[in-house]
Structures are given as C-alpha cells and as structure tokens.
C-alpha cells in the first residue's frame, strides 16, 4: 500500500489551495479514504473522509464549508480542497487508509497558512 501527498504549500490567509492523495497496492475503489492534519507541537486530528457508499463525506466541524474532499476512482486519487484558509489550518497534512485490519499513511504534505 503507498499513499503519496501533494499539493501543500504557503497560501494567504482566505487563499485556497488544493492537496492529492495518490494511491496504490490496494483495491482502492472499495475503501474509505481520510484526511488528517497535525500542528506543530499539537496531536494528529481528524480532518475529513470520503466513504466508498455513496462517495459520503465526513468533516472535522471547524473545516466545514471550507473544505471539500472528493475521490477520483478510475485515477486512484483523494483530493482536499481548501477554501477560506486560516493561519491554524497550518500543519502538515496526512492521507490515510485502513485496509486489511491495518493503517497506512502516506509521508505528508506541509501546508502554511500565512500573511
């Protein structure tokens, strides 16, 4: 299983930007898909997931309405779109997927929001 992050970056203050989430080694179409962030000197937290049933989202309430998750099957992509940054979205962001009773991760990707 390899999941690979990209996208991150330095954005404004209310700039966007957009992270992806490349996987493979799995059935990729068949598994929920998440996205966590974690701050410096702060714990990894939940930040939005996407089901396989429906393409069903899931968000960490203070993100809601800024960020948008969505999943690209034929590509085997996971994208988070974010809107209306704030400087505490700072982080460096995780994909991550649990797949045969185990949890994987990909390697991250910083994100800095800042004026």
């Known amino acids: 299983v390899q999941l690979v992050e990209s996208g991150g970056g330095y954005a404004q203050p209310g700039g966007s930007l957009r992270l992806s989430c490349e996987a493979s080694?799995?059935?990729?179409?068949?598994?929920?898909i998440a996205w966590y962030r974690q701050a410096p000197e702060k714990e990894l937290e939940f930040v939005a997931r996407?089901?396989?049933?429906?393409?069903?989202?899931s968000y960490k309430d203070s993100v809601k309405g800024r960020f948008t998750i969505s999943r690209d099957n034929a590509k085997n992509a996971v994208y988070l779109q974010m809107n209306s940054l704030k400087p505490e979205d700072t982080a460096v962001y995780y994909c991550?997927?649990?797949?045969?009773?185990?949890?994987?991760w990909g390697q991250g990707t910083q994100v800095t929001v800042s004026s």
């Open positions: 991550n997927v649990e797949y045969s009773g185990d949890n994987y």
């Open positions: 080694g799995f059935t990729f179409s068949g598994c929920d």
């Open positions: 996407i089901f396989t049933i429906g393409a069903i989202t």
